[in-house]
């Protein structure tokens, strides 16, 4: 990055629909009618919403017609709604009085996902406890495996993810040399960290990297 250039905080846009759209491909010449994401990392990789996953499952779903959807638990609406461009559904309460992927199973009807569906896994994974049928048991459809692909796809980085990688270093190496600078015997951690974050929240706005 040249000095002065305004650094990344993030994967743009345009990036994230070229990802869905790559595994839109894959889904398009498998002949399925859409795919569904119940992992975390891979939910952020293709859409940039961030997420704790609990037992209460949240799930990201697009038609091969391309049409998208994130299911959450109904306290998330707000935030979901504020947060992304999606269409949002949601479920009263994790397990409830119908379980969440009953509810799901729904969803993906609407959405034309059905028949024979591409998905990280069949299914939400045992997190927290979570307990739960299987996708291809609430859908009667057969599950067609796309998690090889997804790896695959975050393996190759793009322009972007290298330059965003760079940022992560430079700001490492920053925080690591301050640490040796202010790291005494005896000091507490909290003392120790105090400074460093001060320094460090100064720096952000000098725009340091750039010049490096």
């Not at 990802?19 to 002949?31: F, H, I, K, M, T």
Request: charged share 20%.
């Amino acid at each position: 990055m040249s000095a002065g250039a305004t650094p990344l905080v993030g994967i743009p846009p345009a990036e994230l629909e070229g990802r869905r759209e790559r595994l839109l491909d894959v889904v398009r010449e498998q002949g399925l009618s859409g795919y569904v994401l119940f992992d975390e990392s891979y939910i952020r990789y293709f859409t940039n919403f961030w997420f704790l996953s609990t037992e209460r499952p949240v799930v990201f779903a697009q038609s091969a017609s391309g049409d998208m959807v994130v299911f959450v638990p109904e306290f998330e609406v707000e935030r979901v709604r504020a947060e992304t461009s999606f269409a949002v559904e949601s479920y009263p309460e994790y397990p409830g009085s119908e379980h969440p992927m009953v509810l799901l199973a729904r969803v993906l009807d609407g959405l034309g996902v059905g028949g024979t569906i591409g998905a990280d896994q069949d299914g939400y994974p045992g997190i927290l406890g979570y307990q739960g049928p299987a996708l291809s048991d609430v859908t009667g459809a057969t599950v067609a495996p796309l998690a090889t692909h997804i790896e695959g796809m975050l393996a190759r980085k793009s322009e972007v993810e290298v330059e965003l990688i760079r940022q992560s270093a430079r700001w490492c190496e920053h925080a690591h040399r301050l640490l040796q600078e202010y790291s005494r015997p005896g000091a507490t951690e909290a003392r120790t960290m105090f400074p460093i974050s001060s320094t460090m929240r100064l720096a952000s706005g000098r725009r340091w990297w750039s010049a490096t």
